[in-house]
T-cell receptor, first 111, second 113 residues
């Protein structure tokens, strides 16, 4: 079945540091890929998505590129802020149409 | 506009009791999903409704879990004979259709003592 493996946390960075959170997936066919974010006390929010190979999703300075050859969708941001502190989830949506999530990565950004 | 609303936000119950969790999706959204999130884990799929019918209930862990959506809007997740292992945050999400992005509610935190 479909599965998502993401980099375990927690990750602690200083403000303005470069962020990478790794995500790889296993799926049949051509899934859509997503990053969701969960800020403290809030519900899951869609951060960005990519629906086909080589697509780049981007939002709020975050980027991720759908790499079919490496079955990866790594999340990157060039300069993190304290307000980016949250839990980040990689997810895929295959033919069954429900989302399959990774286990989440807790990010803490220190001022 | 209003997002996905889940009630109650917190529920504490004793082992063996019956509980109902409610989800009010975004108006006009035909697809509705239930997920369960245990501490330190990602959400796990439980059941998906398209309209009034359960299109995929393959994630329900056993027959103690049941969900309904009788009028194609509000949904109720029902858990019978609760066990301590059922303690988790239960998330509901809705989308315009089966191909559109999911919008999540804030969840119901269920604690079984």
């Amino acid at each position: 079945g479909d599965s998502v493996t993401q980099m375990e946390g927690p990750v602690t960075l200083s403000e303005e540091a470069f962020l990478t959170i790794n995500c790889t997936y296993t799926a049949t066919g051509y899934p859509s890929l997503f990053w969701y974010v969960q800020y403290p006390g809030e519900g899951l929010q869609l951060l960005l998505k990519a629906t086909k190979a080589d697509d780049k999703g981007s939002n709020k300075g975050f980027e991720a590129t759908y790499r079919k050859e490496t079955t990866s969708f790594h999340l990157e941001k060039g300069s993190v802020q304290v307000s980016d502190s949250a839990v980040y989830f990689c997810a895929l949506r295959g033919s069954a149409r429900q989302l399959t999530f990774g286990s989440g990565t807790q990010l803490t950004v220190l001022p | 506009g209003a997002g996905v609303s889940q009630t109650p936000s917190n529920k504490v119950t004793e082992k063996g009791k019956y509980v109902e969790l409610r989800c009010d999706p975004i108006s006009g959204h035909t697809a509705l999903y239930w997920y369960r999130q245990s501490l330190g884990q990602g959400p796990e799929f439980l059941i998906y409704f398209q309209g009034t019918g359960a299109a995929d209930d393959s994630g329900l862990p056993n027959d103690r879990f049941f969900a309904v959506r009788p009028e194609g809007s509000v949904s109720t997740l029902k858990i019978q004979r609760t066990e301590r292992g059922d303690s988790a945050v239960y998330l509901c999400a809705s989308s315009v259709d089966r191909n559109s992005p999911l919008h999540f509610g804030n969840g119901t935190r269920l604690t079984v003592t």
